[in-house]
């Protein structure tokens, strides 16, 4: 009796099996070609064979349709050629890795669809989205090292030297922000992505020295978190907690009596520690504490700019991202790199330097709690000093 069930029941499984299988295969669309013909003629009409060449004669067209130079694109492509290459087949030949980095930079630089350069092309949607994530991988992998080094102790102290050329802020090695990147609400996520500002987003935390140039990238928290939270969760700080960064000690700064931590510097999203400092809270502040917001927020605008130059220059991120969540964090991460590897061959475009639209320096405050550092508020307090009787800038005042 037992046999005789079972083998009733193997019996529906399999005639479920096969209904279902004849279901798709008929609803399955019919294949007329293996390679469609518009897609065939690639090598004769497609983007990358009538404008790669001729761009290359014209330094400033190409850098225009790259944002970088042919001297940069080849170097570029040379430390990734073996990571993105393929193999020919006796069906194919493979797209070459020139027009795998050509695609790929486009679609970053330009901020156009997959469908957009599917016709200009002349490359499969499928294909062209492989692309993208095969180079976008390849570049954060193999550039990693040399665009995001591992600082030494005189690297911090040169990036502290460069704030106070420029910004007047002595001991800062580092203007650290939040940005949103939006995306199309990824799916069964619910309101992960979104976030206070009512749209939906993942959030890029960085950290940048005054070239505008980013020295930690932490990508990939839902849209609702806080800055402080994802910081507070990364690698970085924990580094940090664990004194593993090379960070200098601290020193003497003539005309303020104690010697002074160095020290990131953020918005009222952070919370104020040894090394990080952060405004001080409130509208009913007195002259000296109102002059102190005014110079540390002069200082932190870098940050600011260079979220406004990322966002200029790889347009990608003038919409929403198109894509699922993981090819969204590769995107952000090598466009990130790409802005380091751009600004440090090709220097600083001041025409490019704008602040980000998004306004991103008027970041929500976490609902948590936040613990100042006593250190930290001492730290402030002498500076707060030291910028309004020992080293006063001639304008200042007219912002307090």
């Known amino acids: 009796m037992v046999n005789s069930v079972e083998l009733i029941q193997d019996a529906a499984i399999i005639l479920t099996v096969w209904y279902l299988y004849g279901r798709i295969k008929r609803n399955r669309a019919h294949r007329r070609y293996w390679v469609q013909p518009y897609l065939q003629t690639r090598s004769l009409n497609g983007s990358f064979v009538q404008n790669y060449w001729d761009l290359r004669k014209y330094e400033e067209k190409f ?83 040399e665009c995001f080094p591992e600082l030494t102790t005189e690297a911090w102290l040169s990036i502290a030297e460069g704030f106070q050329q420029r910004a007047n802020f002595p001991h800062v090695i580092g203007a650290i922000d939040g940005k949103h990147v939006r995306v199309y609400k990824p799916s069964l996520t619910g309101s992960l992505y979104y976030n206070y500002k009512h749209f939906f987003s993942i959030l890029l935390v960085a950290i940048c020295d005054s070239n505008y140039k980013f020295i930690f990238i932490d990508v990939g928290a839902y849209g609702k978190c806080s800055d402080s939270t994802v910081f507070q969760n990364s690698i970085f700080y924990k580094k940090l907690r664990e004194f593993n960064l090379n960070i200098p000690k601290e020193s003497n700064i003539p005309g303020v009596p104690n010697d002074l931590p160095y020290f990131f510097i953020g918005d009222e999203a952070f919370s104020i520690s040894e090394h990080i400092l952060r405004p001080y809270p409130g509208t009913n502040l007195n002259f000296t504490k109102r002059i102190f917001n005014y110079r540390l927020s002069r200082a932190r605008r870098y940050i600011e700019c260079a979220f406004g130059m990322l966002t200029h220059k ?15 964090i590769k995107i952000i991460k090598a466009c990130c790199l790409l802005h380091n590897f751009v600004r440090e061959r090709h220097g600083v475009n001041f025409n490019e330097i704008v602040f980000n639209g998004d306004t991103e320096g008027m970041c929500e405050i976490p609902r948590a709690r936040l613990l100042s550092g006593t250190r930290g508020s001492n730290a402030r307090n002498n500076l707060a000093d030291f910028f309004v009787n020992i080293d006063p800038l001639p304008w200042q005042n007219k912002y307090a």
Not at 84 to 104: A, H
């Open 63 to 145: 850098f225009n349709y790259t944002r970088m130079s042919t001297t940069s694109f080849d170097y570029l492509l040379s430390k990734i050629r073996t990571g993105i290459s393929g193999r020919d087949t006796n069906f194919r030949l493979c797209i070459t890795p020139e027009e795998k980095l050509w695609v790929t930079l486009r679609y970053l630089a330009s901020g156009c669809s997959f469908t957009e350069l599917h016709f200009s092309h002349r490359i499969g949607l499928s294909t062209i989205r492989k692309i993208v994530e095969d180079v976008c991988t390849a570049i954060w992998d193999i550039m990693r090292a």
């Open 314 to 328: 790889w347009r990608i991120f003038q919409r929403p991202l198109d894509v699922n969540v993981n090819l969204a």
